[in-house]
């Protein structure tokens, strides 16, 4: 089965919009950008505590909900996949180290 992250973000669209009784989702995105993005910092820590101490299995159930939390946070913000590919996209025009160099400037 192939399950991308377009459709983790289509699952995270669909739950935003369903009550926050039956919602995890819609429980976080009812609380608020700040919690919303707390919970996504808990995750990145976790998945770094799992990448550094802990077995490959821990380090992909970590990562799974930190893409999840990084989901909702880019629903709380309105911000999609397509935005972030695009994004991308145009960095890949020139190499890592320019373009990284390009972003302490401004």
């Known amino acids: 089965m192939t399950f991308t992250l377009y459709d983790l973000e289509r699952r995270v669209n669909e739950r935003a919009g369903a009550s926050a009784e039956t919602s995890y989702t819609r ?39 930190l893409l999840y939390h990084l989901l909702v946070v880019l629903k ?3 911000v999609t996949l397509g935005e972030i590919d695009a994004e991308l996209a145009e960095r890949t025009r020139q190499s890592g180290l320019d373009e990284k160099a390009s972003r302490k400037g401004g």
């Open 27 to 65: 429980k976080l995105l009812d609380k608020g950008i700040g919690h919303c993005s707390k919970k996504f910092g808990e995750e990145a820590i976790e998945t770094v505590l799992a990448a550094t101490s802990e077995d490959r299995k821990r380090l992909i159930s970590e990562t799974a909900d």
């Open 76 to 78: 709380a913000r309105d």
